[in-house]
T-cell receptor, first 113, second 114 residues
């Protein structure tokens, strides 16, 4: 059973601090890793994707991937109240001729002013 | 581009009724997906399609059917609705084979079965 695990939270972080979100996955063959943000009552929207080990930065967001330890994380610097949302981690599962993402249940992030 | 559109936004069904959830994408994506999301849970894949005329089951296909006659449209059919099908349904699409295989989501359909 291929799984993606996230701490459900809520994770409460003061405004201006760094929020750290973590995700572990079970399939060692996974190659693509995605972080989506989902506001309450809305659909998921992509924040970042990462394919290679190491860090990938995009503005205030940094994705970190460690394939040996099978975890991927998302750092949000200078957290803003607008960052309050549920963050979904998704990992690819590539089969013979298909492509599926396995989704974590999400971590609810609350940024306190 | 409108991206991925879904109709209706909200629907109440009685047990045993049937309905079709519509999904259309205008990004010329080859892959399309149907997910359901129960409160506080992640996304569960119901069905997906790798191109017109080709569909396959996901993790939770029971009680649902799909068809894909065109690249743009991927309707989801619920037969004999049950309370367990109360959920939010998201349609998504992606282009698989390019540099980035991001899934783009529609706004969702909230379904209540009573």
């Amino acid at each position: 059973q291929k799984e993606v695990e996230q701490n459900s939270g809520p994770l409460s972080v003061p405004e201006g601090a760094i929020a750290s979100l973590n995700c572990t996955y079970s399939d060692r063959g996974s190659q693509s890793f995605f972080w989506y943000r989902q506001y309450s009552g809305k659909s998921p929207e992509l924040i970042m994707f990462i394919y290679s080990n190491g860090d990938k930065e995009d503005g205030r967001f940094t994705a970190q991937l460690n394939k040996a330890s099978q975890y991927v994380s998302l750092l949000i610097r200078d957290s803003q109240p607008s960052d309050s949302a549920t963050y979904l981690c998704a990992v690819n599962m590539r089969g013979d001729s298909n492509y599926q993402l396995i989704w974590g249940a999400g971590t609810k992030l609350i940024i306190k002013p | 581009n409108a991206g991925v559109t879904q109709t209706p936004k909200f629907r109440i069904l009685k047990i045993g009724q049937s309905m079709t959830l519509q999904c259309t994408q205008d990004m010329n994506h080859n892959y399309m997906y149907w997910y359901r999301q129960d409160p506080g849970m992640g996304l569960k894949l119901i069905y997906y399609s790798v191109g017109a005329g080709i569909t396959d089951k996901g993790e939770v296909p029971n009680g649902y059917n799909v068809s894909r006659s065109t690249t743009e449209d991927f309707p989801l059919r619920l037969e004999l609705a049950a309370p367990s099908q109360t959920s939010v349904y998201f349609c998504a699409s992606s282009y698989v084979g390019g540099a980035q295989e991001t899934q783009y989501f529609g706004p969702g359909t909230r379904l209540l079965v009573l």
